[in-house]
């Protein structure tokens, strides 16, 4: 098992790091897109990270075109969409694949920790969220269609 604080990352703004700042905190990863079904979900997220930062919530949000080419803009036209329609002040990283030959190291080992439906690892659409405890380790998958508010009692019980 791979330590997800020692993958490296890229910020929206291009900066090199990885999740080491983030150590000790609850995750929630999201694999996020603007022109989605699921986009008015950036609101709930936004909602729990505000909610719940102080205690120790961590909303990520990853980019990604592959489903549907539903995020076509570049990292600063996402980011500046983002705040401008949703308010969102969680962290926002840059475009990554999520799936195939070219997917993030930080997700092939988020689908190998915590594997989809009957088993699958590969991610079905934007959206889906996974939950990390404060030791790093993925607790769960959530799919696209559960709706941000949903989570916080799994959150909860992690803070």
């Known amino acids: ?38 986009t008015p979900q950036y609101k709930g997220l936004e909602a729990l990270y505000e909610k719940y930062r102080d205690r120790g919530l961590v909303v990520l949000g990853f980019p990604c075109n592959q489903f549907g080419k539903q995020e076509p803009g570049s990292d600063d036209e996402i980011k500046e969409f983002c705040e401008l329609n949703f308010g969102v002040n969680f962290p926002l990283f840059a475009k990554l694949d999520v799936n195939g ?18 088993g699958t690892e590969g991610i079905k659409w934007n959206f889906t969220k996974f939950l990390i405890d404060r030791d790093g380790q993925v607790v769960k998958r959530f799919a696209p269609k559960d709706k941000p508010e949903e989570l916080e009692s799994e959150i909860e019980s992690l803070l």
């Open 1 to 38: 098992m791979s330590n997800l604080y020692s993958i490296p990352l890229k910020t929206q703004d291009g900066r090199e790091t990885t999740l080491e700042e983030y150590r000790g905190k609850v995750l929630l990863a999201v694999n996020t897109a603007s022109k989605c079904g699921f």
């Open 101 to 118: 030959p070219d997917a993030h190291p930080l997700f092939v080992e988020l689908k190998e920790q915590a594997p989809g439906l009957m």
